[in-house]
């Protein structure tokens, strides 16, 4: 499974969003920090350093399931009754998709991901859902799906759609 967003800011709400502050964890003062170490709320240079900023095209790409629309939730209900059951739900709603059971989700996904037409062909490349961080688009993008990188980026620290998304999560960039 690859994972991408339509937008710079959607794939970086979905990797730094851990780097939130948490209301269970104590604040640990910043003075003090060993050399080279972030204080909580904070992404680092080595975060930083380690990744890159892909701009990816599907290659005939099929249909990609939205995972959001009613009409799929009336689907799958429909069709995938046999899962629901088996995670004992009667139907299924937005606030199911986008809730903490990543149970729910993976049983979903592998269900899509096993659909297949008469030539045995996989029905959809993926799945299009809305990040449950923020109103950002993103896609789960299944294996076997041709994906070809038309650029590259390193993640710099004045990188516009990161400063926007690590100021509204309140996490500082380094």
């Known amino acids: 499974m690859l994972y991408a967003a339509t937008e710079p800011q959607g794939a970086y709400a979905e990797t730094i969003a851990q780097y939130r502050r948490s209301a269970l964890a104590p604040e640990l003062a910043s003075e003090g920090l060993e050399p080279g170490r972030v204080p909580p709320g904070a992404v680092s240079r080595e975060w930083r350093a380690s990744r890159r900023l892909r701009k990816l095209e599907l290659v005939d790409p099929r249909p990609f399931i939205d995972i959001d629309a009613v009409s799929t939730h009336s689907y799958i ?3 995938a009754s046999d899962v629901l059951r088996s995670l004992e739900l009667a139907n299924l709603d937005i606030g199911l998709i986008r809730g903490p059971s990543r149970t729910l ?5 592998q269900w899509v991901y096993t659909r297949v037409d008469d030539d045995g062909l996989g029905l959809y490349s993926g799945i299009r859902y809305s990040s449950r ?14 994906v070809r990188l038309v650029d590259e980026l390193d993640i ?3 990188d516009e759609a990161l400063i926007e998304v690590a100021a509204e999560m309140d996490i500082a960039v380094y």
């Open 105 to 109: 989700t993976r049983a979903l996904a």
């Open 156 to 158: 710099e620290p004045d």
């Open 133 to 146: 961080i923020g109103s950002q688009e993103c896609w789960a993008v299944f294996d076997g799906t041709a």
């Open 77 to 79: 209900t429909r069709e």
